[in-house]
């Protein structure tokens, strides 16, 4: 699975993004697929997850309640909703995709990675 992500930006305090990321080279449709964001200096950090069906989401602390996780499976794309967009929020933000586990938060747990879109949030 080949994962391209787009959609990144400069956006003011207080704005909105979509992100997506679309899938090629088979259907991501088994796939657990998940947001990470690596911030200049940080190491690469969970932000979202939703599994196969997008029946069931995940969300990290930090952006709960502003981000919203969803995917379509018909057009191998998910996206990711960021709302109320804090200067905090800036960082690379990779897709990735694996298999469902116990460590499903865990950069360790997914397969195959997007190239990563930049979010800069100006205050």
Known sequence: VQLQASGGGLV???????LSCVGSGRTFVGYL????RQA???EREFVALINWSGGTTDYADPVKGRFTISRDN????????MNSLKPE??????????YWSDSKRLTGTYT????????????
């Open 74 to 81: 018909a057009r191998n794309t998910v996206y990711l909703q």
């Open 12 to 18: 003011q305090a207080g704005g909105s993004l979509r």
């Open 112 to 123: 195959y990675w997007g190239q990563g879109t930049l979010v800069t949030v100006s205050s």
């Open 33 to 36: 697929m998940a947001w990470f």
């Open 40 to 42: 200049p200096g940080e």
């Open 89 to 98: 929020d800036t960082a690379v933000y990779y897709c990735a995709a694996g």
